[in-house]
């Protein structure tokens, strides 16, 4: 049976359809776009099921381009949730509290403190977590997922593997040269790999509440960026009982945490309501937490950040995983790691033309040149307006006044012809709305502290392309999906 959609405000994946007045659907396509007439001579058919949207408008489905779909709904149902605390206090608060109800637990992981929120701006280390005692192991993992501290009783089985940290692994310091319980970056992993082995069925009611949560938003698809064998498999086994409401894409990291090739699938992958187009890397870690890579040193610091890997790793591994026929999507946020990512990603051009989807993940620093060679490479960027809101804090405090004008340059991405879709990145941040969104790129605004960079805003119309058409450009998938457009899929948006 046919379906027809009206009285409602159509979105057509990049401007508002002022002509269309409704739309008919034919099984999972859409048939055809009608107008005033064509709608009135339609409503006298008998054999439709019709939808009255009220004056709401409908959108091709909302697109979640970069959201880590498991961390949320972990963060949501299994660790402490850190992100509203203002101090080191009230870390330990929350953690006790946690503790207090999980009396069997081992280790307590916690997840997205922010030190910028602190009075004293200073991240908390080993000593900070005496007061809850040493019967337990404590692992609270900072908001950019890049750092991470341990308490004594961690650090001191974590002490045991400094000689054997994976490659762009750090252990912080303390002014007398001791390990003072604060991870960065692969680091991480060997703390992960301690921890107490998760069932399959933990990840995948993780994996539900999370998309429970993204479908309430209006998302109808999203892409979890960052992906484990592991993981992959919970999302596999939920497609196989038809659990997905959401079409889901899966990124799975390029490189283990040893730094060895993926290979847990052989090629891009496919199966009703899940994929695998794409292989993830990182070059750098993040701003909010110094760990990006810049081309000079953060403001009134003496750091600039790394890159996580050398140009031969990272050069061999993307060739590798090219001629395989995966896209790459590479996280890179500072200066330096976008000119590296682009400097793979030219050779990747040159070998393989423009099959190839490729894709950076924030973009958080780019320059004039770089923008301009993003375009000319048919790049697509996935990027994050919240940002702004909700980490503007640390970047008006890390980054020089030349560096926060490019920071984040959304206008300036859309004026060089680049394909820009939005994603939020959650549970990086807490808000995951479009509505969200739309605020932070209009108004930049970094609450309590000012505005970033003015005439870099964006309107609500430029959001709304980036989380529909551009969403399915960024993954490959604008021929049939992204658009109200005849023979598109009929996955909707509908909103007040
Ligand atoms: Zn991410």
Redesign the pocket.
């Known amino acids: 049976m046919q379906t027809l959609y009206y009285n409602g405000r159509f979105w057509s994946g990049e401007n508002w359809l002022n002509e269309t007045a409704g739309i008919l659907v034919n099984g999972n396509r859409i048939e055809s776009l009608l107008s005033k007439e064509a709608l009135n001579h339609t409503m006298q058919r008998h054999d439709l099921h019709m939808i009255d949207l009220n004056q709401q408008n409908m959108y091709p489905g909302f697109w979640e381009s970069?959201?880590?779909i498991w961390k949320l709904g972990n963060l949501m149902r299994s660790i402490v949730d850190l992100r509203s605390c203002n101090s080191v206090n009230e870390i330990c608060e929350a953690l006790q509290l946690w503790r207090e109800q999980h009396p069997d637990a081992k280790w307590i992981v916690g997840r997205g403190f922010n030190e910028a929120l602190f009075d004293n701006h200073t991240m908390p280390v080993a000593d900070d977590f005496g007061k809850l005692g040493d019967g337990i192991n404590i692992f609270i993992v900072r908001t950019c997922?890049h750092i991470a501290v341990v308490n004594a009783a961690a650090l001191r089985q974590l002490e045991k593997y400094v000689d054997a940290l994976p490659p762009g692994g750090k252990m912080g310091r303390d002014a007398l040269g001791r390990y003072n319980g604060r991870l960065y970056e692969t680091a991480l992993n060997v703390v992960y790999n301690m921890l107490p082995k998760m069932s399959d069925d933990v990840y995948m009611q993780d994996i539900l509440v999370a998309q429970d949560s993204l479908w309430q938003e209006g998302y109808r698809y999203a892409t979890d960026?960052?992906v484990s064998q592991r993981l992959f498999r919970a999302f596999e086994n939920l497609n196989r009982q038809s659990s997905l409401k959401l079409h889901i894409e899966l990124i799975p990291d390029a490189l283990d945490e040893s730094g060895s090739p993926m290979n847990f699938l052989q090629e891009p992958y496919s199966d009703r309501k899940l994929s695998a187009r794409f292989v993830k890397f990182f070059a750098d870690g993040g701003l909010s937490g110094k760990t990006a890579a810049l081309s000079r040193n953060y403001k009134n610091d003496d750091g600039r950040g790394w890159l996580r890997m050398t140009d031969d790793l990272f050069l061999n591994s993307a060739m590798r995983f090219a001629s395989r026929g995966f896209g790459l999507a590479t996280?890179a946020i500072g200066d330096l790691a976008i000119e590296q990512t682009l400097k793979v990603y030219r050779k990747i051009r040159k070998h393989f033309g423009y099959d190839i989807l490729l894709r950076i993940?924030?973009l958080g620093l780019p320059s004039e040149t770089h923008l301009q060679e993003i375009y000319k490479l048919g790049i697509k960027v996935v990027s994050q307006p919240v940002f702004i809101t909700e980490l503007g804090k640390n970047f008006l405090q890390y980054l020089d006044d030349t560096y926060l004008r490019q920071c984040y340059p959304f206008k300036s991405m859309l004026d060089h012809g680049i394909d820009l879709a939005f994603s939020s990145?959650a549970p990086?941040v807490k808000d995951f709305s479009i509505q969200g969104a739309i605020k932070a790129a209009a108004l930049r605004e970094v609450p309590g502290w000012g505005i970033m960079q003015p005439s870099e805003a964006l309107s609500a119309e430029d959001v709304y392309k980036a989380y529909t058409l551009n969403g399915a450009i960024a993954h490959g998938y604008e021929t049939f999906r992204g658009k109200l457009e005849k023979n598109y899929e009929a996955n909707f948006s509908i909103t007040q």
């Open positions: 970069h959201i880590h997922a960026p960052s996280h993940e924030h990145d990086v």
